[in-house]
């Protein structure tokens, strides 16, 4: 058991090797923004006067940044902590098709259950827009594991700091995100069925974001594969 578990250790090191210094630099910063909007989740926590170990465990076994922020400001109003959860689990319905997408990389008698858990939108854009089936595993796991362990280390960190940090966009490292995704997609937009389907989907998502609570739309946009679908 342990020789098994020390070569997929290694085989999996071998792969990560294999990814270009520009997926590993974004993956890094990724990873440093998904670290300062966890201590503003931490912050907000302390704020609300919750105990360190609500955002903590949140952070540890939900990993789910949005769901996680609702879970928090429902309990701060005095909201049901059922409803908050049934609030965090619509908002992160899109997994499901994440799932279906990743099927591949995570197969596994136990990693499947792991890699169930790290599956987030950055882990999955970072693995699906590389160019062959081993790179797409090793950016996969590289950024899931990164996420699982930079996250809850912002969430801590941010409870002690308190409100010094109430939102990450005085930074402006919130516009990270957006900036790393876009230049991800811009290859697979050479293609006209995706960009039809991108376009379509975008559209659709600004049209219900003023309805829709945060990430619903998200999973609105992904009718907009029926446009890019080919004859």
């Known amino acids: 058991m342990e020789n098994r578990s020390l070569y997929h250790a290694m085989s999996t090191y071998s792969l990560i090797k294999k990814l270009s210094k520009d997926t590993t630099r974004s993956i890094f910063f990724v990873c440093l923004a998904t670290s300062v909007v966890g201590m503003s ?15 903590l465990c949140l952070s540890v076994f939900v990993l789910a940044g949005t769901a996680e922020f609702i879970f928090i400001g429902f309990l701060a109003v005095g909201g049901s902590p059922i409803a ?12 499901l098709p994440f799932g279906i997408a990743v099927n591949e990389l995570i197969r596994g008698k136990y990693s499947r259950y792991f890699g169930a858990h790290i599956m987030n939108d950055e882990s999955v854009l970072f693995g699906m827009a590389q160019p062959d089936f081993e790179t797409k595993k090793a950016a996969y796991w590289l950024c899931g594991i ?24 005085t930074f ?3 516009a990270i995100f957006p900036a790393i995704l876009i230049a991800l997609t811009f290859n697979a937009l050479k293609n006209k069925s995706t960009r039809k389907a991108a376009f379509a989907g975008s559209t659709l998502a600004l049209m219900t974001t003023p309805f829709l609570v945060s990430g619903l739309p998200i999973l609105i946009s992904l009718f907009g594969l029926i446009f890019g679908r080919k004859k």
Do not use: Q
Request: proline content about 7%; charged content about 5%.
């Open 41 to 55: 989740l931490g912050s907000l926590a302390a704020s609300y006067g919750l105990a360190l170990w609500i955002p």
């Open 84 to 95: 908050a959860a049934i609030a965090g689990l619509l908002v992160n319905l899109r997994h």
């Open 146 to 169: 990164s996420i699982m362990l930079s996250w809850p280390l912002g969430v801590t960190a941010g409870y002690f700091i308190g409100t010094a940090i109430p939102d990450p966009k």
């Open 172 to 174: 402006g490292l919130d």
